[in-house]
């Protein structure tokens, strides 16, 4: 069935320096990916998200690349800071969810990132 | 995500009790959703709807129950039949067209 595939399960990385989280799917049909940040107990909030007509967006430290053929996209954080630990999901659209909104989730990634 | 509104933030259920969850929202959305999210997995769809009065199953709406009397409205069941019920449950909801779902606070269930 359709799945969504999220690496690493966890991730540390020192102040300052980049985090990359990569996440594969499987449903060719699906067209849109969201990433939520969810900080411990918190619901989870939608930070960027792509479109397939699209194979980059970013916004400030944040930046989601989209390879469409091999079915990837990640999630690009630069100049990490203490504020972005969290658990990250990445999520991609079902077959059919134009009109549903359907999501298919990732595992999550911890990120913590050391002062 | 402030016109989200789950209720109430935690809920203990006894063995062979129905409890329900609440979830509210003022942001004229037609589609509303709940997830079950364990300890370190993602979220599980449990039910989804489109407009009112019409609901799916999810993939995992055993030992669950739902209804969308109203627009704003999209509360929970979770029945006796749902034997491990301990979650953390969220409610999202989305606007029409390509918008993205967006969530309420959750509600975290145990078991007495």
């Known amino acids: 069935g359709e799945n969504v595939e999220q690496h690493p399960s966890t991730l540390s990385v020192q102040e300052g320096d980049s985090a990359v989280i990569k996440c594969t799917y499987s449903d060719s049909a699906s067209n849109y990916f969201p990433w939520y940040k969810q900080e411990l107990g918190k619901r989870p909030q939608l930070i960027i998200d792509i479109r397939s007509n699209v194979g980059e967006k970013k916004d400030q430290r944040i930046a989601v690349t989209l390879n469409k053929t091999a079915k990837h996209f990640s999630l690009h954080i630069t100049e990490t800071q203490p504020e972005d630990s969290a658990v990250y999901f990445c999520?991609?659209?079902?077959?059919?969810?134009?009109?549903?909104?359907?999501?298919?989730f990732g595992q999550g990634t911890t990120l913590q990132v050391k002062p | 995500d402030g016109g989200i509104t789950q209720s109430p933030k935690y809920l203990f259920r006894k063995e062979g009790q129905n409890v329900t969850l609440s979830c509210e929202q003022n942001l004229n959305h037609d589609a509303m959703y709940w997830y079950r999210q364990d300890p370190g997995q993602g979220l599980r769809l449990i039910y989804y709807?489109?407009?009112?009065?019409?609901?799916q199953k999810g993939d995992i709406a055993e030992g669950y129950s739902v209804s969308r009397e109203k627009k704003e409205s999209f509360p929970l069941t979770v029945t006796s039949a749902q034997k491990n019920p301990t979650a953390f449950y969220l409610c999202?909801?989305?606007?029409?067209?390509?918008?993205?779902?967006?969530f309420g606070d959750g509600t975290r269930l145990s078991i007495l």
């Open positions: 999202a909801s989305r606007g029409r067209g390509n918008q993205p779902q967006h």
């Open positions: 999520a991609a659209s079902m077959r059919g969810s134009s009109n549903t909104g359907k999501l298919i």
């Open positions: 709807s489109q407009i009112v009065n019409d609901f």
